[in-house]
Each structure stands twice: as structure tokens, then as C-alpha cells.
């Protein structure tokens, strides 16, 4: 039985006193440890005060983003080795946003994931599709090519550490949601290609998020599939009201 696992990715929100205040919120009303992993991954200029925050409470605080490399000129990014000194337990990796709007390629987010483990961070690794090659049948060819290309050369016990996130691309943000069957679908088909390259039982291991426009009225469809093992979460984590309700409806499906 694989543990729930629920991602609060708040982007680029919030003052430092608002994060805060969040996790003040959310403190001791969270599912316990053993029953539901539960992230909070801020902004990076939070995260020391935020780990704080979270200290010795059933609450994990995660990073949005890191370089490949431990130090060096790279002007505005974020060191694995900065992130596991603060006390960082996760990391998103390969975001949409960071593939669209930064760039970043399956090579970049595959040194990414590498250094992750290297590090001891748990990688949350985002995959999915945009509408045209929805459209286009080639949403399995996609997920495929990330999947294989971003975990390339990992051992079986890093991939059973990794956390996929399936985000269909043209549902991030929109209020447009993959329905429940479809989502996991796909997710079905990324445990797959994980059974061929790291073999079952690797590929039972695993975690599967689904993202995209996921909040409290239909979180319950989606953690009730057969492959869908949590959420990563954008708009609905903003406020710790939506977010503890999110954690409540994922911990009784």
C-alpha cells in the first residue's frame, strides 16, 4: 500500500510573514506521518523560516526548484547543498513552468534529479502534456520520453524514493481538471513504463501525484483511483483553510 503523499507548490505567493502564518495554521491539524505525507514546497526565499516553522511537526517544507550543480557561477540559483543544509526534504523538478518559460530540458531536469539524491532531497518530478499533443494522440509518447529520459541511470531504490507528478499542462491554472479515469489512465501507463525500465516491483513503489486544478471539491475522484496516490496542488494550497481540507478528503478515500 503505498502512502498518500499531498504537495502544496504555492509558485511565486506570498510575504514571508503570510508563509509564516500558514504553517502556524496548518501545525498539529495535519494527517499524521505514518498515515499521509504532507509537503509544503514555498518559494526559496522562505524556506529557512519556514523549516523553523515546521520543526518537528508532521508538515515537510519543500523547494520549487534547484540547480544541478553543489556551487559555482550560477547567478540567482539554488544549491542542493544550500537546500539539505537548511533542512529541505523535497524538491519540485521539471515543472511546466520551468520547461516553458525557463527552458529547462529532460537533460537538465535528468542532472537535476541526480543531484537530488545525491543530496538526500526527495525529487517530486513533473510530467505531462500540453493540449496540442493531447490533441495530437501523443500524450503517452510525451510522458514516456520524460519519464525514461529524467530517471535515466537511477538505481531501483532512487526510483522507489521518486515522487512523479503527471500534469497535463493545459489543466495547470485553467480551472480545467483531467477527469478522474483520465488522469489515471495515464498515470496507469507511467507505472508501466516504470514495471519495463526499473521492473514491478519498482513500479508499484512508486508515488503518482496528479496536478492540475485539483481542490477540495474534487480531490476525493481523483485519490480514488487505482494509480493516483496524491496531489500537487497550486491555487487550492494558497490558504490553509482550502489546504487542511484538501489533506482531509485526500486521507479518507
Excluded at 139 to 165: F, H, M, N, P, Y
Aim: hydrophobic share 40%; net charge negative.
Amino acid at each position: 500500500m503505498r502512502k498518500p503523499i499531498i504537495a502544496a507548490n504555492w509558485k511565486m505567493n506570498k510575504t514571508i510573514d503570510e508563509a509564516k502564518l500558514f504553517i502556524r495554521e496548518i501545525v498539529g491539524k495535519v494527517p499524521k506521518a505514518e498515515k499521509m505525507d504532507t509537503v509544503v514546497c514555498a518559494p526559496a526565499l522562505f524556506l529557512d523560516a519556514l523549516v523553523k516553522e515546521a520543526a518537528g511537526s508532521d508538515v515537510h517544507i519543500g523547494a520549487q526548484n534547484m540547480h544541478d550543480q553543489e556551487s559555482g557561477a550560477f547567478t540567482g540559483e539554488i544549491s542542493p547543498v544550500a537546500l539539505k543544509d537548511l533542512g529541505v526534504t523535497y524538491v519540485i523538478l521539471g515543472h511546466s513552468e520551468r520547461r516553458q518559460l525557463f527552458g529547462e530540458t529532460d537533460e537538465f531536469v535528468h542532472n537535476k534529479v541526480r543531484a537530488a539524491f545525491d543530496h538526500d532531497l526527495v525529487p517530486i518530478v513533473c510530467v505531462g502534456e500540453t493540449l496540442e499533443e493531447r490533441e495530437a494522440d501523443q500524450t503517452e509518447k510525451i510522458v514516456r520520453e520524460q519519464v525514461e529520459k529524467d530517471l535515466e541511470g537511477l538505481s531501483e531504490q532512487e526510483v522507489q524514493r521518486t515522487v512523479i507528478a503527471y500534469e497535463p499542462i493545459w489543466a495547470i491554472g485553467t480551472g480545467k481538471s483531467s477527469s478522474a479515469e483520465d488522469a489515471n489512465m495515464v498515470c496507469a501507463y507511467i507505472r508501466r513504463v516504470l514495471a519495463e525500465k526499473f521492473g514491478s516491483k519498482t513500479a508499484e513503489a512508486v508515488r503518482i501525484q496528479y496536478g492540475g486544478s485539483v481542490k477540495p471539491a474534487n480531490i476525493e475522484g481523483f485519490m480514488a483511483q487505482s494509480d493516483i496516490d496524491g496531489a500537487l496542488v497550486g491555487g487550492a494550497s494558497l490558504e490553509s483553510e482550502s489546504f487542511l481540507q484538501l489533506l482531509e478528503a485526500g486521507q479518507h478515500v
